[in-house]
Nanobody
Framework: QVQLVESGGGSVQPGGSLRLSCVASGKIFSINYMGWFRQAPGKQRERIAG???????TYDDSVEGRFTLSTDYAKNTMYLQMDSLKPEDTAVYYCNAKIWTDSSLAGGNFWGQGTQVTVSS
């Protein structure tokens, strides 16, 4: 139906940068919301950034000023530019989207498989 695929994770030293991508594919009529979540070992999954349509993105305090969410809806793609990375940013990062699959506004809430980000010296 709808698939979300993240890419761009990896290992980086503190202070470094990474750029994550999330591509949505399948039966897409309209994307209503896109967001990034992360889950560190032993912790609950938390929302770190999100955007509704063409509104300005919102961020959790823990990443405000360091991470930047952007979208290219023509490509059904969302990005997360992560700068000034810290060891506490280490987690599996997940893409989330609320997508309408047809003009009746049927659809659902979809998740990607996750991509690992490790920040360590």
């Amino acid at each position: 139906q709808v698939q979300l695929v993240e890419s761009g994770g990896g290992s980086v030293q503190p202070g470094g940068s990474l750029r994550l991508s999330c591509v949505a594919s399948g039966k897409i009529f309209s994307i209503n919301y896109m967001g990034w979540f992360r889950q560190a070992p032993g912790k609950q999954r938390e929302r770190i950034a999100g955007v509704i349509g063409h509104d300005s993105p919102t961020y959790d305090d823990s990443v405000e000023g360091r991470f930047t969410l952007s979208t290219d809806y023509a490509k059904n793609t969302m990005y997360l530019q992560m700068d000034s990375l810290k060891p506490e940013d280490t987690a599996v990062y997940y893409c989330n989207a609320k997508i309408w699959t047809d003009s009746s506004l049927a659809g659902g809430n979809f998740w990607g498989q996750g991509t690992q980000v490790t920040v360590s010296s």
